[in-house]
């Protein structure tokens, strides 16, 4: 019999670990499928101990599923497809002793030595796999429950651009059916580019470059598409068949990746096991400041397959690696002062201001507010005690006010009616949430501008930082970046420049030859980020055909490049001093070549111009797209003397008969695929 005493410890156990489920599902559904964990991991791994020794005390619950379970990314706006093998999650580890366990485990369950060991980087997006079949990609999945997935696959091949056929060259033999698991992710420059246009467009921030992945892998609005940019790493795989072909270890697992032109964790080191697992494991992790892609760990390996094969998996995690998690870093700081940026657009944004800190040995005194509403929902004060991260252990955030330590008179904060540059009455936009300075001679607008235009994202000419451009802007010389063409040496001087004039000066002149895609960028025009202007770039001669007619470029299903990039172009360009602006341009002689965009090509439709025309059975358009793309080919809408290959489905219309009245080579969809698979002739 119970006692009464007992019988209640046991229900307030039994409450504690129904809360406790609930607030495991709950930070589920928020890292998983929204990208935005409302706690650290720590805390989250606190929970999920906590609930584990409920469990243990309370032997009925354990059908609870919580536990076992590795979460669920499904949205269900996307067909589910099983994966070969289970997806599974990771052990993880926070400390010292944690590590020599799991090292101590290994030894154990080998019965022999210690195994060499690789160590990489834990790239923090959206895990990903990347199925083909006979060297063709069939699906790209979300690791959704671990067993099934959403199939993202379109997203995938039009944003990562990852081969949709692997080259059979060399003896890297291609398997029957493999599953390369990996992640996609934002690399932090991109992450601040988004939320610096979002910034500029009103729209709310992504709090962490994961949110930015996450929402973006899953992008339904293909219109959307052409301002995101996504990455890709491969750091393992699942099925591989026959298994005779496997990777006998990790840098051979890196080798064959390369020969089919997939991106592998290559900042990955062999170490071998044993006491130098931990000190080598803080020595890479100690390298993380200098990664340029968010990372919430180190992720420690088996190195060689067998060894791995001996060690097996559990029904979470494989018994041959371990996560190594780095703790987020919170601090206190106190706000000195709230500045306001004017953006290129002129949009303004608050920036705080803050009593330096060092957060994970880097010295912080500013973060971005974001926006008037965001600043306002925030409730911040100059004066007052704030807790700051690094959103992804890089870009400084504001978690929120510590109201315990607001001071008495801590200084409400006054939302500004006039620009800070030019003293013009500002605009208010979004029902006020976002502020604008609409003075097109403003300075700090000129700036900024001109900053994006020399930008390493953008046209990239090295040496013209803010201070050499600010003092060109007030000596009259440069307004906008056709200015940068006609400076003197005697200009540089003037402003500053002294012995490196000259070098500046050639540094402009080898600009000129950089690709067309890199002016659109840098024109810094709405809504167009680099992936539209590469997109852009394939469709358009040359730079002046950005002003061109409209009419020109309708019917243009075939480009990724979408209604709101064209409409952003033509109000960009409804103002006259935008066009004066790319005349300039031209009249300085700028007339930059066309270049494929960037991303890893099998290189088998290079130099081909592809028209597609009526409906592929098996292919969706913006896939198809992709592919040609990813084979290194351009696609153009509609035929003429350049079009080298016309690709034609069921109710192929006028283009067919266009590319038969000028000889152009046709195609059906089977012939396609064999030609983007190297089978036949391209
Ligand atoms: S190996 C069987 N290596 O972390 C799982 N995973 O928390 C083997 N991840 O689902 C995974 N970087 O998506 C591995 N270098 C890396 C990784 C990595 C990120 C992700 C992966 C996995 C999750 C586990």
Not at 220 to 227: K, L, P, Q, V
Not at 380 to 383: A, E, K
């Given at each position: 019999m119970l006692s009464i005493v007992a019988a209640c410890a046991m229900a307030a156990d039994r409450e504690r670990a129904e809360f406790l489920r609930g607030e495991i599902a709950r930070h589920d559904d928020l890292y998983f499928?929204?990208?935005?964990?409302?706690?650290?991991d720590a805390a989250y791994d606190a929970l999920k101990r906590e609930y584990a020794a409920m469990i243990a005390k309370l032997?009925?619950?354990?059908?609870?599923?919580s536990l076992e379970s590795i979460g669920d990314d499904r949205t269900g706006l996307f067909p589910s497809r099983r994966h070969g093998r289970p997806m599974l999650s990771l052990k993880k580890a926070y400390t010292e002793g944690d590590v020599r366990a799991f090292e101590a485990s290994v030894v154990r369950r080998l019965g022999e030595e210690s195994p060499a060991y690789v160590i990489e980087p834990k790239y923090d997006g959206v895990a990903i796999n990347l199925v083909y079949e006979k060297g063709e990609l069939v699906h790209a999945l979300t690791?959704?429950?671990?067993?099934e997935g959403d199939d993202v696959t379109s997203t995938i091949v039009a944003l990562t651009g990852v081969p949709t056929t692997l080259p059979a060259r060399g003896d890297e033999r291609i398997p029957q059916r493999v599953e390369l698991r990996g992640e996609a992710f934002v690399m932090f420059e991109q992450f601040q580019r988004s939320n610096r246009d979002r910034e500029e467009a009103g729209e709310p921030p992504h709090a962490h470059p994961r949110a930015l992945a996450a929402g973006t892998v899953r992008l339904?609005?293909?219109?959307?598409?052409?301002?995101r940019e996504l990455s890709l790493v491969v750091h393992g795989w699942g099925a591989?068949?026959?298994?005779?072909?496997?990777?006998?270890s990790h840098p051979e697992f890196l080798r064959v990746l390369h020969g089919w032109g997939l991106p592998g964790t290559d900042a990955s080191e062999a170490v071998p096991g044993g006491d130098a697992l931990w000190d080598r494991i803080l020595e890479v992790g100690a390298r993380?400041?200098?990664?340029a892609f968010p990372t919430d760990g180190v992720v420690v390996k088996v190195d060689a397959t067998l060894t791995r094969d001996q060690l097996g998996e559990g029904t979470t995690a494989p018994s041959w690696a371990l996560a190594v998690k780095f703790p987020s870093e919170q601090v206190m700081t106190r706000i000195v002062g709230i500045t306001w940026q004017v953006g290129r657009s002129g949009v303004l944004t608050p920036v705080a201001e803050l009593e330096p800190v060092s957060i994970s040995g880097v010295t912080v005194a500013r973060a971005t507010l974001h926006s008037p509403a965001h600043l306002l929902r925030m409730g911040?004060?100059?004066?007052d005690t704030v807790e700051v991260e690094r959103a992804g252990e890089v870009i400084p955030r504001i978690l929120g006010v510590r109201m315990d330590k607001r001071?008495?008179?801590?200084t409400p904060m006054v939302i500004p009616r006039?620009?800070?540059?030019?003293?013009t009455m500002l605009v208010e936009m979004n029902d006020g949430a976002t502020l604008r300075?609409?003075?097109?001679?403003?300075p700090a607008r000129r700036l900024r501008r001109l900053e994006h235009f020399v930008s390493p994202a953008a046209v990239d000419i090295p040496g013209f930082g803010p201070a050499l451009l600010e003092a060109l802007i007030a000596a009259g010389?440069?307004?906008?970046?056709?200015d940068l063409y006609r400076l003197t040496h005697d200009d540089l001087v003037r402003a500053g420049a002294g012995g490196g004039a000259r070098r500046l000066l050639e540094s402009v002149e080898a600009s000129?030859?950089?690709?067309?895609w890199r002016f659109i960028h840098g024109?810094?025009?709405?809504?167009?980020g680099a992936a539209t202007a590469r997109a852009l770039a394939d469709e358009l001669?040359?730079?002046?055909?950005?002003?061109?007619?409209p009419s020109v470029r309708?019917?243009?299903?075939?480009?990724?490049?979408?209604i709101s990039a064209w409409a952003a172009l033509d109000r960009h360009f409804s103002d006259p001093d935008n066009r004066a602006e790319v005349e300039a341009l031209v009249a300085v002689g700028i007339n930059p070549s066309r270049t494929k965009q960037g991303a890893i090509s099998?290189?088998?439709?290079?130099?081909h111009t592809v028209v597609f025309t009526g409906k592929l059975a098996g292919l969706a358009r913006d896939e198809a797209v992709g592919r040609v793309r990813a084979a290194g080919g351009k696609v153009s809408s509609a035929v003429s003397a350049k079009t080298t290959l016309v690709v034609a489905g069921e109710a192929a219309g006028a283009k067919l008969d266009e590319a038969r009245r000028l000889g152009v080579r046709v195609v059906g969809e089977g012939e396609f695929r064999k030609i983007l698979a190297g089978e036949i002739e391209n």
């Open positions: 499928r929204r990208g935005e964990p409302a706690i650290s032997p009925e619950l354990t059908d609870a599923g690791r959704g429950n671990g067993i339904i609005d293909a219109n959307e598409r052409g301002r591989w068949e026959p298994t005779a072909t496997r990777p006998r993380r400041a200098t990664w911040v004060r100059v004066g001071a008495s008179d801590a006039s620009c800070p540059s030019c003293a300075c609409d003075h097109p001679a403003c010389v440069m307004r906008t970046p056709a000129r030859g950089r690709e067309l024109l810094g025009i709405q809504r167009i001669d040359d730079l002046a055909a950005l002003l061109g007619e309708e019917n243009n299903a075939a480009a990724p490049i979408n099998t290189g088998l439709l290079n130099g």
